[in-house]
């Protein structure tokens, strides 16, 4: 049974940075594509942020710049990094584990069908 498990989110002043953590269990994470997605109160959840299996890495076109999508194989764990943050960025963060390829197109790594698996997520609030 996979099991993913996120942690790091909290309260963070305005500009400030946080590291989330997904943590896998029941898989082998070096077979699966994680992506990280958010859910703002009263909206839908969108993709943030992709990295495949073999390393390739999307970003969703309204984050570039300030997240960094990291993955540790050895330690069942995937990772994202944000900086700069702003109130508009809190909301729950998910992450999910798929198995695709690395060469479809990015649109593909967006979508939340594309992914089987999900965390319960951890929340983010961005406030001062």
């Known amino acids: 049974q996979v099991q993913l498990v996120e942690s790091g989110g909290g309260l963070v002043q305005p500009g400030g940075s946080l590291r989330l953590s997904c943590e896998a269990a029941?898989?082998?994470?070096?077979?699966?594509?994680i992506g990280w997605f958010r859910q703002a109160p009263g909206k839908q959840r969108e993709a943030v942020s992709s990295?495949?299996?073999?390393?390739?890495?999307i970003y969703a076109s309204s984050v570039q710049g300030r997240l960094t999508i990291s993955r540790d194989n050895a330690k069942i764990t995937a990772y994202l990094e944000m900086n700069s943050l702003e109130t508009e960025n809190t909301a729950v963060y998910y992450c999910?584990?798929?198995?695709?390829?690395?060469?479809?197109?990015?649109?593909?790594?967006?979508?939340?069908?594309?992914?089987?698996?999900w965390g319960q997520g951890t929340q983010v609030t961005v406030s001062s």
């Open positions: 999910a584990a798929g198995q695709f390829g690395s060469y479809l197109i990015n649109n593909y790594y967006l979508r939340r069908s594309s992914y089987r698996h």
């Open positions: 029941g898989v082998t994470l070096e077979d699966y594509g």
């Open positions: 990295i495949t299996k073999d390393g390739r890495i």
